[in-house]
């Protein structure tokens, strides 16, 4: 009966460690997809109207903040395989605090970054929906319908990419302090 009890607290860690590692796994995948499906969003993102003779166009590179997004989701992407190329090769070898901690200090800069890009796309997102009738600027979403439902898309993965790197950051932080047995 002991040496069952034995064989399994010795499993344990081991099994925990597995199921930490696929979830980073996993939520790596997730952020990798999600960035890189904004970015397509983002840079292929374009409307042409006509209205009254004139012809009016709408083009994601207009804007300086939606321009901003899709950079920093290029870089969050590139930067989160080579983070899973890392996290395969050192995960399988040891389970040392330094490894997490330097995936720690990785995707609290990812998330910043990705942070810093949503919400600027979500000011201008908003100011193109609602206008600012105190500065007199108009919305323009009634007349570009496609391109702010395919802005409003991409800054949506966008946001599911920081939530995931949120996760990422706290239980690689949660790893980091761990001491090792």
């Known amino acids: 009966m002991a040496d069952i009890e034995t064989k399994f607290s ?3 860690p081991l099994k925990t460690q597995k199921n930490f590692i696929g979830a980073q796994i996993f939520l790596r995948i997730v952020v990798i997809a999600a960035s890189f499906a904004s970015t397509w969003l983002m840079l292929t993102n374009k409307q042409t109207i ?3 003779g004139f012809v009016l166009d709408a083009n994601y590179s207009y804007s300086p903040e939606f321009k901003f997004l ?18 395969v090769l050192v995960g399988r070898r040891s389970s040392n605090p330094t490894y997490y901690f330097i995936l720690f200090l990785h995707d609290l800069a990812l998330m910043s970054l990705v ?4 919400a600027s796309a979500t000011v201008i997102g908003s100011l193109g929906k ?15 319908g496609k391109f702010c439902k395919r802005a409003t898309t991409s800054v949506t993965f966008s946001y599911l990419s920081l939530v995931c790197l949120l996760i990422l950051t706290i239980t690689s932080a949660s790893k980091s302090r761990q001491i090792q047995v």
């Open 10 to 12: 010795q499993n344990q």
């Open 50 to 52: 006509d209205i009254g």
């Open 70 to 87: 899709s950079y920093a989701n290029i870089v969050v992407g590139a930067f989160s395989f080579l983070s899973l190329l890392f996290l």
């Open 115 to 118: 942070l810093g890009g949503c």
């Open 130 to 144: 609602y206008g600012n009738s105190h500065t007199g600027w108009m919305q323009i979403c009634d007349h570009f």
